[in-house]
Every structure is written in C-alpha cells, then in structure tokens.
C-alpha cells in the first residue's frame, strides 16, 4: 500500500497544478467570454478538490492524528470542489457550444443551464449531510459521502458532456482540432467507466479500490494536459498568442515541482545524507542542464520569431491589395480589423500622419496593456500603431510581431497615399475640364440673351412712360419688367460662374475681409429686414488682408449669405463672421434653417444642383470655384445643433504669410 500513498500524492499534485496553471493563463488573459469566465470556476473547483486532498493526505503522513480543524477544512474544500464540478463541466461545454455556434436557440440554451444546474442545487441536502460528517476523509471514494445521488448525477454530468465532444468533433474546422476532442472523449468516457466500477456494490480488495480511484483523477487531468499543447501548438481557444505567459508558467510551476521533489528526496536520503547536503546536490544537477536547455529554449524563439513573421507578411497581402484601392480612410481602418483579428488583439488603431507632421517625440509607450509604436520610414514619421491586449500586457512574440509589422506598413501607406493623389488629380482634371465645358456654355448663352432682353427691357420701360398706355397692359408690363430682372440675374449668375477670377501679374492680389463683409452685410440687409431674418455681422476690429480680389471676396460671401436668408426660417437669423487666425482668415456663415438634407449633402458643391424652384444652382458652386482659385479651403457643417442649422467655414490665406 506504500506506493498506492505516493502514486496519490503524485496524482494529487498534478491534480492542483495543471487546474492551478490554466487559472493563472485565463487571469493573464483577461479575455471578456463567458467561456473563460466558466472554466476560470472549473479549474477552481478541482484546485478545490485536489488541493485540499493533498493537504490531507500530507497532514495524514506528517501527523498521527490529524488536527480536527485542518481535517475539517480539508474535507470541506474538497466536498465544495467536487459538488460543482458536474455542473460546472457540463456548462462549460454549453459555453463553448455557443462559441462553436452550435447552440444559436436561447431556449435550447436555458434548457441545458436549467440541466446542468438544477441537480446541484435540488441535492444540496445531501450536501449539508456529507459536510457534516467527522468521521475524517475519505481518500478511496470521497464521493460515496455525498450519495448516490450525487454519484448518477457525476456520471451523467460526464456522459452528456462526452456527447457535447462528439459533436465538437464532427464539427472541427481542423484535423488537430478533431484529435483534440478525440482524445477528450476518451478521456471522458474512461473516467465514466472507472467511476462506475470503483462504486460497483460488488466488493473489491481496499488497493483495487485505491487504483481505480488514482485511475479516475489521473484519466480526469487529461483534458487539462492535452489543452496546454493544443493552446500552444495550434492557438486552441485564440489564448496561443500569450505564449510567453504560458511558457513563464510552467517554467515556474516546473520550479516548485522540482524544489518539492528535492524535499521528498531529502526526507529519503536521511538516513545516509543530511538533508542539506542532498538538497544542495540536487538543487545545483540542473546545471548539467544548462546548455541542452539553452538549444531547446533557442529552437523555440527561432520558431516563434518565424511564425510571427510569417503571420505578418500574411497579414500585409490583403492590406496593400487595400491599398491598391487608393483610400487611406479605407485602409486603415481595414489594417485595424486585420492586425486585431490576426493578433487576437481587444483594440488597434492605426493614425496615419498628414504631410509634414512630426509629432512623433511625444508618443510615449511604456510596456502594459496598451502600447503605442511609432511607424517611420527612414526618419520620417508616417503614424502610430496602437495596441491594447486582452491581458495585463503584450506577450513577447505579439510585441515583435507588432514591432516587425510597423517596418511593413510604410510601404503599404505610401503607396495607398500616392494612388489616392493620383486618383483626386484625376478627378480634380475631369472636374476642371466639365466646368470648363460648363462654362463655355453659360459664357454663351449669356452673350446670345443678355443683348436681347437689354433690347426689350428698354422698350418695355418707354412703353411704360407713355400716359397712354392702358392700365391692364401696364399690369403686365411691369410684371414682364419682373420676370427679364430675374433672368438678368440668372445670366449675371452665369456669367459669374464662366469668368474666373482676375488676378493681376504685377501687383498681388488683396482685399480686406472686414470691408468686403460691412458691404455685403449692408446690401443685403434689406433683404433679410424683408424676410423677418436677423442678419448679424462680426469682424475683427483690426484690418484683415486677404490675399484674394475684393470681387472674389464677394463673390463668396454674397453667394452664402444669399443662401442662408432663404434657408432660414422668418424669425430666425444669420451670422458671418471674418476673423485673422494665424496665417489664415477664417470666414463663418450660419444659420438656423432646417439644415441640408442627407441626400444632397454629396451634390451640393457640383453646378446647376439645387433643391430651390427657382435656383440656378450656382451659387455653391460659385463659392468653391473662387475658394479653390484664392488657395483657400472650404468646409461645411449640417446640421449644427438640435439638428438644425448649417455652417460655412472658408480659410483664406493672408497676404504675405504662407498657409500651413
């Protein structure tokens, strides 16, 4: 019976480490699934049960009569351990069918919780019965003291869940995958057998009793082992990217091992070696060690470091086959969702940098959860990567897969930068060539009608001076006077669109915005006192020199104040505003009205698109030509606030300072 005593303590350590190990692997990880959540409490469960069976065990060798209190403890934890664990077990196969998407119906969910739970908590008096036993720990069959209850209900606990394996099985992407839940299921259904012969009512010797339970916890810790190459090898469970944690683990749980088993040793060695003399021996064997272990450690970074990069240069196919499509918007935010999904990362954002930023010497990137890395070509900053992890911190190989795939991405970027220009000059091109098209034709059509409608617009007016002219054809005269002003305008809108801005080669450009905007505010406010709209003007006391005609000015001021009298509603208001910022001036239109609509947000800039009965649809368009021909830039806002509301932001340039 003495080697049945250490075949136990080895099963029994085992039994507390390999549960103990994976606990310690899902507090790393920290990744937000049901599924870790429930086998964090499963590994505890049987850290319960083997721990406090070790404990036992040990206090049973050291002392010839265990304290009542350590014996209590024990018998405690390890009553708690093993009562959960069926339904623990089977919750976490529910869980994982659920990752599998092999159980998509929420009531087929609650049905196998309902299953997996209720017979725990309707046996809980068998519970309260076994806990209140004294009669000391039961190392052959602790379940006999929890009922036969308990026991049909272990081995169902077990059999349903083998059930859930084969499925698991049939269902895997993967042949390793397949021999993995292979091998569960035939784990599983040993220890059912086992179990049901070890409680068999026939009778059997005390040490066929003994081995067939070592046999049960010993075939129950398979899974757990099998686990932990699946998890390295193949990435099981996407926990394989914290390999370094898993590695410091068992090289320490390796350790404590080794320092137990230089204890037992020690105690053996007695009676010939002190134990300090043993122990030291043994402690310094490992050195002999040393040097296969260095070979076998550097096997295992030469081809972690190969599978990073090959993981990356998988990853940079589909991220510069983004890139050929000539979107920098496009792309990152299709390398954030790859290096992510790839990485098995919780957050990634990518920030590409605009031309010309050097803001790169502030990035810090202390090592923890989330680490920002600087992506260079040469010395030029192109942007930063950053990354969150699902633990406390980035594993080693992540960090140099990060490392190596930030020495990738320039090219990537670059590339996506150099084919989205080419692409706007492109469309810059067409856009100039159509309006030049465009505006050969409103230069036409202006020329051929604007002398004509002078021509009838003044016979008209000395029809009108003549007392003899009926009052009925008066009416209509000067409804017909009306209608030539509004065409005139529409011509004169024309015209404007057709001619670019003048710019004279001696003498720069300039104006100031203060003034252009006192006159049209002054010009228009009739129109707006007409409308019931308060128009107010603000500008900055001081003189603002832009570098832009006073006609283009206008032009661009007029055309969006026009626009936002009509938007707005009668009582509401309209405010322009010019104001020196820097090396720009800064023009704000806004109003009040019910703001652009969603559908012609897209449209509003391109010629003759408008939403008016009677718009041209110029005015826009106007404004851009002349914002585009002073270098200035253009940028609108709808809606503002409360849904409502639209603002127009013009930069122009000032006079003899560069923009940035």
């Not at 937000?32 to 049973?60: I, Y």
């Not at 053996?268 to 060690?289: G, H």
């Not at 998988?314 to 920098?328: K, N, Y």
């Not at 010019?578 to 090396?583: D, H, K, L, P, S």
């Amino acid at each position: 019976m003495f080697h049945h005593v250490y075949l136990q303590l080895i099963v029994f350590t085992a039994g507390t480490l390999l549960p103990l190990f994976w606990i310690v692997v899902i507090l790393g990880h920290r990744r937000q699934r049901n599924f870790e959540r429930v086998f964090f409490f499963l590994c505890l469960a049987l850290v319960f049960f083997f721990g406090a069976s070790l404990l036992a065990l040990n206090a049973q060798l050291y002392y010839s009569v265990i304290p009542g209190a350590l014996a209590g403890f024990s018998w405690v934890a390890a009553c708690l351990g093993l009562w959960f664990l069926p339904s623990l077990l089977l919750y976490l196969h529910v869980e994982y069918a659920q990752v599998r998407e092999l159980l998509v119906s929420k009531i087929g969910l609650k049905v196998w919780l309902a299953v997996a739970w209720v017979p725990a908590f309707g046996l809980l008096p068998s519970l309260y019965a076994a806990l209140r036993l004294q009669s000391g720990f039961d190392f052959v069959a602790p379940t006999n003291r929890l009922g036969l209850a308990f026991r049909g209900w272990l081995v169902v606990a077990v059999l349903l869940s083998t059930g859930w394996q084969w499925r698991f099985a049939k269902a895997a992407p993967d042949r390793q995958q397949k021999k993995f839940h292979g091998t569960l299921i035939a784990s599983l259904l040993v220890v059912a057998v086992l179990f049901v012969v070890a409680h068999a009512p026939r009778r059997m010797s005390e040490g066929v009793e003994v081995a067939y339970t070592i046999a049960v916890a010993a075939f129950a810790l398979v899974p757990l082992a099998a686990l932990i190459r699946n998890v390295q090898q193949f990435n099981f469970l996407q926990i394989g990217r914290q390999r370094n944690l898993i590695y410091a683990v068992f090289a320490v749980f390796v350790a404590l091992l080794y320092l137990s088993f230089v204890r037992r040793v020690s105690l053996w060695m007695e009676a010939f070696l002190p134990p300090e003399a043993s122990a030291a021996i043994l402690l310094f064997l490992p050195v002999v060690f040393f040097e296969p272990l260095q070979r076998l450690v550097g096997r295992l970074l030469q081809r972690t470091a190969q599978s990073e990069m090959d993981l990356t240069q998988r990853m940079m196919g589909p991220i510069q086959e983004v890139a050929r499509l000539g979107s920098l918007a496009r792309l990152s935010g299709f390398s954030e969702q790859c290096i992510r999904e790839q990485l098995q990362l919780a957050e990634v954002r990518l920030r590409i940098a605009e031309a010309g930023d050097a803001g790169a010497e502030n990035i810090a990137s202390a090592r923890g959860p989330e680490e920002t890395f600087v992506i260079r070509q040469s010395s030029r900053f192109i942007g930063t990567l950053t990354v969150k992890a699902h633990g406390a911190m980035l594993s080693g190989e992540t960090h140099a897969a990060v490392e190596f795939l930030c020495e990738q991405l320039p090219g990537a970027i670059e590339l996506c930068r150099l084919i989205e220009e080419k692409l706007q000059l492109e469309r810059e091109l067409a856009v100039r060539e159509r309006l030049a098209l465009v505006g050969q034709t409103a230069a036409s059509i202006s020329h051929n009608l604007k002398n004509p409608l002078g021509s009838i617009k003044t016979i008209l007016q000395v029809q009108l001076e003549n007392p003899e002219l009926p009052k009925s054809m008066r009416a209509e005269t000067r409804m017909i006077l009306d209608e030539i002003g509004r065409l005139s305008v529409k011509l004169n809108q024309l015209l404007q669109f057709s001619r670019p801005a003048v710019r004279s080669s001696n003498t720069e450009a300039r104006c100031d915005a203060r003034v252009v905007l006192e006159e049209v505010s002054s010009v228009l406010r009739h129109e707006a006192d007409r409308r019931g709209v308060a128009l107010e003007a603000a500008a900055d006391g001081a003189a603002i020199d832009v570098a832009t005609s006073a006609e283009s000015l206008n032009d661009i001021v007029s055309n969006l104040v026009v626009n936002a009298l009509e938007a707005a509603p009668r009582g509401g208001q309209v405010q322009i505003s010019a104001a020196a910022n820097g090396t720009v001036c800064t023009l704000l239109v806004e109003d009040d009205g019910p703001g652009i609509p969603a559908a012609s947000r897209e449209k509003v800039l391109q010629p003759f698109f408008t939403t008016k009965p009677q718009g041209t649809g110029l005015g826009l368009a106007i404004v851009a030509r002349r914002v585009a021909e002073s270098a200035g830039k253009l940028h609108w806002v709808s809606p503002v606030r409360e849904n409502r509301g639209t603002r127009f932001e013009i930069t122009l340039p000032l006079v003899g300072r560069n923009s940035p």
